[in-house]
C-alpha cells in the first residue's frame, strides 16, 4: 500500500506512475465515492459539493473519448444527482448499488409486497428511534433507512448505534446492515458497492478502472478492482483497506485527479 504525503517521496512518485501507467488504458471507468472523497462531510448532506478542483479535473476527463466518470454512493440516486450536479447522461450507482442509471435510461426497484411490508415498519421503529435521540435525524432511503449521528452529543452515538441495531433486529432478521462514518443504515435489499462497479465495467466495457472511496462501505468496491489487469484502488484517509495506494483527503483525490486528467489528455491526443 502506498501513500501520498505532502512532500515528495518513493511513494508519492510510484502513485504518480501509476496514475501515468492508468492513463494509457483504451477504455477508462472512474468510479468514484462522492462524501468524503470529492466533497469535504457537511452536517446537511444535500449541502456537499465536490471541491471545484476536483469538478473541473471530472470535466476534463468527461470530455475525453473513451473514458467514463460515474459515481457510486450510498445515498438515494435522487440525492446523488442533486450534489454531483450530475447532466442527464451522467453514470450514477445510489443506495450502495441498488439504484442504478446509466445515463437516460433508469433501473426500477421493484420491491415485492413483503419488502414494502417490512420497509414501513423498519420505518416507523427507527423514527421512534431518532425522536428519542436528540442530534440524530433519520435519512429515508429507497430500500430502507439511515440514522445519522454525527451531531449527538457527548459519546452517546455508540448508544445509538446499539440501539438501532437492536429496534431493527425486532422488525426483521434478514434486514442487511452497513455502519458507516456517524451513519448506520438499514436495508430491506442486498447490493453493494462492488454489484455497482461490475455492472459499470460491463455496460462501458473499461480495459481499467479507477474506484476512490473512504469508508468502510468503499472496500466491497475495492475488492472487486482487478490490480493485475490494470485497475487501481485508492483509498483516502485512515483506515484498513484493500486498496494499492492511499491518499490523506479530499483535496489530494482533487490533485491525483488533475495529474490523470493530464495524462489522458496526452495520451488520447
Do not use: C
Not at 473541473?56 to 444527482?81: F, H, I, M, N, Q
Not at 458497492?193 to 468503499?218: N, Q, S
Not at 486498496?243 to 496526452?266: G, K, M, N
Amino acid at each position: 500500500m502506498t501513500e501520498t504525503p505532502s512532500v515528495p517521496s518513493d511513494s508519492a512518485l510510484a502513485l504518480t506512475a501509476a496514475i501515468r501507467r492508468l492513463a494509457e488504458t483504451d477504455r477508462l471507468l472512474l468510479a468514484l465515492d462522492f462524501d468524503g472523497t470529492l466533497a469535504p462531510f457537511v452536517d446537511v448532506p444535500r449541502g456537499a459539493r465536490a471541491l471545484p478542483e476536483a469538478k473541473a479535473a471530472l470535466d476534463r476527463l468527461e470530455k475525453l473519448p473513451r473514458t467514463w466518470v460515474a459515481y457510486v454512493s450510498g445515498r438515494p440516486l435522487a440525492s446523488l444527482e442533486t450534489v454531483t450536479e450530475a447532466d442527464e447522461d451522467a453514470l450514477l450507482i445510489g443506495s450502495h448499488g441498488v439504484e442504478i442509471r446509466f445515463g437516460r435510461d433508469g433501473v426500477s426497484l421493484d420491491l415485492d409486497d413483503d419488502e414494502r411490508a417490512t420497509l414501513a415498519r423498519l420505518g416507523e421503529a427507527l423514527q421512534e428511534l431518532v425522536d428519542a435521540f436528540p442530534g440524530t435525524k433519520l435519512e429515508v432511503k429507497p430500500v430502507g433507512f439511515g440514522v445519522h449521528y454525527r451531531t449527538v452529543e457527548g459519546d452517546r452515538g455508540e448508544e445509538v448505534v446499539r440501539r438501532a441495531y437492536e429496534v431493527a433486529g425486532a422488525v426483521s432478521d434478514a434486514l442487511t446492515v452497513r455502519d458507516g462514518k456517524d451513519i448506520i443504515e438499514f436495508s430491506v435489499r442486498e447490493a453493494n458497492k462492488g454489484d455497482g462497479i461490475e455492472r459499470l465495467r460491463e455496460y462501458t466495457h473499461a480495459t481499467a478502472v479507477l474506484f476512490a472511496g473512504d469508508d468502510v462501505t468503499d472496500e466491497d468496491g475495492l475488492r472487486v478492482l482487478r490490480p493485475q489487469e490494470g485497475d487501481m484502488g485508492v483509498k483516502v484517509g485512515p483506515g484498513d483497506t484493500a486498496a494499492q495506494y492511499r491518499v490523506a483527503d479530499e483535496r489530494a483525490v482533487a490533485t491525483l485527479l488533475t495529474l490523470l486528467a493530464e495524462a489522458r489528455e496526452s495520451s488520447t491526443a
